[in-house]
């Protein structure tokens, strides 16, 4: 199975930019055991390009609907993080920012650690 | 006690020069971990060389990229990497910290201090992988390199900014005459710079280095010496990556306008190491399973040994990469690509090693193709046809052991062969002033070794240089020291103070 096929079945396995349990269950059907595991592969990388992945310290300090419009062709996954303490870290594929207190007070540590060195 | 206006000031001090910025990462995922070289997935934004953490402990280098994967050499420890640990982009291209304080110092590839003192941290980041000075920014190789071995500094001279292979079996003296070489560094020419020296050491045994460190360090040379190891026991990652630390060491220096020697100990086990890491990465094996661009792998190296011209600083790095070769074969892969890139070749061989001769550098296969146009007017003058004399020589001592008549002149020809070839043999560790050099070819050259028994040509050797070291002959071993070329009045003085030493010397 060459990548221009595998990436075809990727995209026939969604209806309205959801998985489609049943089209991906007849497609599963269909690929030998080694096809399968890159179908899967595949299936989670195309997931992943399709999430946020959002933390914050707290769940009130976002508001979900404005990220939302943020982001519109994607889905958006919070999760809680106390340690950020202040602003958020956010995921999008496989670049991640990060825009917290925590992050600003470490690279103070960092930068004063070199200024003693 | 201090009051709070202070300490709060302290603290803004501490901090000045800090700019905050949103902190933007590039992740992937392991996917496999073969023996220190992984395939991680994710890493879009990766590009070719940069620097990569995994688990946010070990160091690697992206080597391979393709539309869903990188595949990056770890550069440390590899056993506890394992799949879905994270891997996270730098926005760095390897490099090495340098500092003027690296001087004197035994460090890794990555700069990790090994000598136990502490790290460099302070410093200009050089990056490992750099393209070499292009044409513009060069001259020709103008200045000579002194070895401080006779053999070589009068038949196959280096220049400063040359590139001269050291290639021949194992246990035949190859890193002695690297090594003699940097400690004949100590000896500084009058009116030239003195030049700083960089051994890089490759899968060598950790006692083989702790012995050379020892050795320059009694010889008072590691002062200006560094030291890059990977020994054998270190990751093929490290001993791949070098020699490109090492020039990086010596483009620093170069950057400064300094002469940098750079010994490569050796490129044979540098090939190896990547062979090993291309095999584990898949690449297509080629002539004995080297991968398609080891060949590149060594020129983009060795290329960036360059005498740079006025504009650019004038420095110099000059190279002496050493091969290993099985059986003196050196038409096998890795030194035929090298012999091609370097401008000449030191070639030692165990018949003459066996025999005696020390060091063992064949002089018929031995050349340097850009060194003479470096070499000093002195030495010149009385080594011009020294490699053709000890060529002939080795022709008729081989044709001499089929017949017991010889003519007057064969004869004569063999039997100042032999001198020569006694002449040449010198001690390890023991490299010699361009004077003394010069006032012994003299010696052998006019004949006047021709009486002396071939046993007694060491011991003649030495006391002649003690004789002509004392304060009586001061001016001939200045205007021999001066590197001009020598007029027949020079050549007529030397051969007095010789003469005058043969009157006294007992055989």
């Known amino acids: 199975m060459n990548r221009q096929t595998l990436k075809q079945l990727v995209l026939a396995s969604y209806t309205d930019s959801e998985l489609d349990a049943r089209k991906i269950n007849k497609i599963s059907d269909l690929l030998s055991k080694k096809e399968l595991k890159l179908y899967i592969r595949a299936l989670k990388n195309s997931e992943k390009q399709n999430t946020i992945l959002l933390e914050v310290p707290s769940r009130n300090l976002i508001d979900e609907g404005s990220l939302q419009d943020l982001f519109p062709d994607k889905r958006i996954s919070v999760s809680v993080d106390p340690e950020l303490l202040v602003g958020m870290r956010f995921q999008d594929n496989d670049d991640i920012f990060e825009f917290s207190l925590k992050n600003t007070l470490d690279k103070i540590t960092e930068h004063i650690k070199e200024q003693y060195d | ?507």
């Open chain 2, 1 to 507: 006690m201090i009051d709070s206006d202070t300490i709060i000031k302290q603290l803004e001090d501490k901090v000045k020069g800090f700019h905050y910025d949103a902190k933007t990462q590039n992740v992937g995922k392991v996917e496999v971990n073969h023996d220190g070289v992984i395939t991680a997935s994710g890493l879009s934004k990766a590009v070719m060389g940069e620097r990569v953490v995994v688990s946010d402990s070990v160091s690697g280098v992206v080597l391979d990229l393709t539309e869903d994967s990188a595949s990056i050499i770890l550069l440390d420890e590899s056993s506890s990497i394992k799949e879905g640990d994270t891997v996270r982009t730098t926005g760095e291209l390897l490099g090495i910290v340098v500092a003027d304080d690296i001087l004197g110092r035994v460090v890794n590839p990555l700069g990790i201090p090994l000598d136990g003192k502490p790290g460099i941290k302070k410093g200009t980041l050089m990056p490992l992988e750099k393209i070499a000075a292009g044409v513009v920014d060069r001259m020709d190789v103008d200045t000579p390199l002194k070895t401080g071995i006779k053999a070589i500094d009068a038949m196959i001279p280096i220049g400063r900014g040359q590139r001269e292979l050291i290639i021949g079996d194992r246990g035949l003296g190859k890193t002695a005459i690297a090594v003699d070489t940097i400690i004949n560094q100590k000896n500084v020419a009058k009116g030239q710079k003195k030049v700083l020296s960089i051994y890089v050491a490759i899968g060598q045994k950790q006692s083989t280095i702790a012995q050379i460190i020892g050795k320059l360090k009694e010889e008072g040379v590691l002062e200006n010496t560094v030291i890059v190891a990977a020994s054998s026991s270190d990751p093929a990652a490290l001993q791949y990556l070098a020699p490109y630390a090492g020039t990086a060491i010596a483009e620093y220096f170069l950057k400064k306008g300094e002469d940098v020697l750079i010994v490569y100990d050796d490129l044979t086990k540098q090939a190896w190491a990547y062979r090993q890491i291309s095999l584990v990465l898949g690449r297509p094996a080629g002539r004995e399973a080297y991968p398609g661009d080891i060949f590149y792998v060594h020129s983009r190296l060795l290329e960036r040994a360059v005498k740079l011209n006025k504009e650019n600083g004038g420095g110099s790095i000059t190279a002496l990469p050493i091969i290993e070769t099985q059986a003196g074969d050196i038409s096998a892969y890795i030194p035929t690509n090298v012999i091609s890139i370097t401008d000449g070749q030191i070639f030692v061989e165990s018949e003459l090693f066996n025999s005696g001769v020390r060091p063992a550098i064949n002089v018929g296969f031995s050349v340097s193709r850009v060194g003479s146009a470096a070499q000093t007017g002195a030495m010149k003058s009385v080594a011009g046809k020294m490699k053709l004399e000890l060529a002939q020589y080795r022709e008729l001592a081989a044709f001499a052991q089929f017949g017991s008549e010889l003519d007057p002149e064969t004869s004569r020809q063999l039997e100042r062969g032999k001198r020569s070839t006694e002449l040449f043999k010198q001690n390890q560790y023991r490299p010699l002033a361009e004077e003394y050099e010069i006032l012994s070819i003299i010696a052998v050259t006019r004949g006047h070794l021709d009486d002396i028994p071939v046993e007694d040509i060491s011991r003649f050797e030495s006391e002649l240089h003690e004789y002509a070291g004392g304060k009586k002959h001061q001016k001939i071993i200045e205007r021999l020291a001066s590197g001009e070329k020598l007029k027949e009045e020079d050549l007529k003085l030397a051969d007095e103070i010789i003469k005058e030493f043969k009157k006294g010397f007992t055989k």
